[in-house]
């Protein structure tokens, strides 16, 4: 285990228990107290828990994750995810991405897939993936403009909200924190939700993209309902009832 998924890790099993103890996660995790105290002092110094003797408590039992630290989970199955999505789109086509983790592999799938010189435009506010694409000569980028949060590299405010309301989308990837078949998609933050939303808005087509640890799940911040989404990517460890009632709603399921 290296340390990007040791910091995932301690993370994770922080916002479970809202507390942990360095000889018990040392143990779980099979390296030394030592380590593992280096590591809390590393996550107490970007405020992202707060260390006591002996171990740490979160600063909320549930919060958001920082996407660095996401980037190690599920990560074979947002390859397949990705890769489904990408054979979704055309030569030609405009393209919404949001921000994570799960939308950043369908950026990359889209460039690695593209064909010759066929030129594809991508909308995004996420300042990670329009960092990937602003060197790729088959990618048109545009970029929403907005204010930057750190947490998940995404621009937003009514900066980013203008541009988006002069454009159309043919297809908007969203990548969720949570979905559910009666309460739709949804997010952490309140802002991130809102340009999300418009996303969906402007699209002809509204795809979202997301491993089955999302899926019957509810977040803090409404992004759409679920007539809103026309297709849902998952992986194959979704819920076969979360499933049924995703299909029941009228929902295209893709499970890859």
């Not at 003797?53 to 979160?58: K, N, S």
């Not at 074979?76 to 999505?85: G, S, T």
């Not at 460890?237 to 709603?249: C, K, M």
């Amino acid at each position: 285990m290296n340390r990007y998924e040791r910091l995932n890790a301690l993370l994770e099993i922080l916002g479970e228990r809202g507390r942990i103890e360095v000889d018990e996660v040392s143990e779980r995790l099979q390296v030394s107290g030592a380590t593992i105290r280096r590591d809390l002092d590393h996550l107490a110094e970007q405020r992202l828990l707060t260390r006591t003797h002996g171990g740490a408590v979160a600063h909320a039992v549930a919060y958001d994750l920082p996407m660095r630290y996401k980037t190690v989970r599920h990560a074979e199955e947002k390859q397949r995810i990705a890769r489904a999505a990408a054979e979704m789109v055309w030569p030609g086509a405009v393209v919404g991405l949001n921000g994570g983790t799960t939308t950043t592999e369908v950026a990359r799938t889209l460039v690695a897939r593209s064909d010759g010189d066929a030129v594809i435009t991508v909308v995004t506010n996420a300042l990670n993936i329009a960092n990937e694409l602003s060197v790729r000569p088959q990618v048109k980028l545009v970029v929403t403009g907005g204010v930057a949060r750190a947490q998940s590299y995404e621009l937003m405010s009514s900066l980013a909200e203008k541009i988006l309301n002069e454009l159309s989308l043919d297809i908007t990837f969203l990548g969720v924190d949570a979905i559910d078949a009666v309460a739709g998609a949804s997010a952490h933050h309140e802002g991130e939700a809102a340009i999300n939303r418009l996303l969906a808005e402007r699209a002809g087509k509204v795809v979202v993209v997301t491993d089955s640890s999302k899926i019957g799940a509810r977040a803090f911040a409404s992004i759409c309902a679920t007539p809103a989404i026309d297709v849902l990517i998952t992986d194959t460890g979704a819920d076969e009832d979360d499933v049924r009632r995703f299909r029941e709603r009228g929902l295209q399921v893709v499970q890859a």
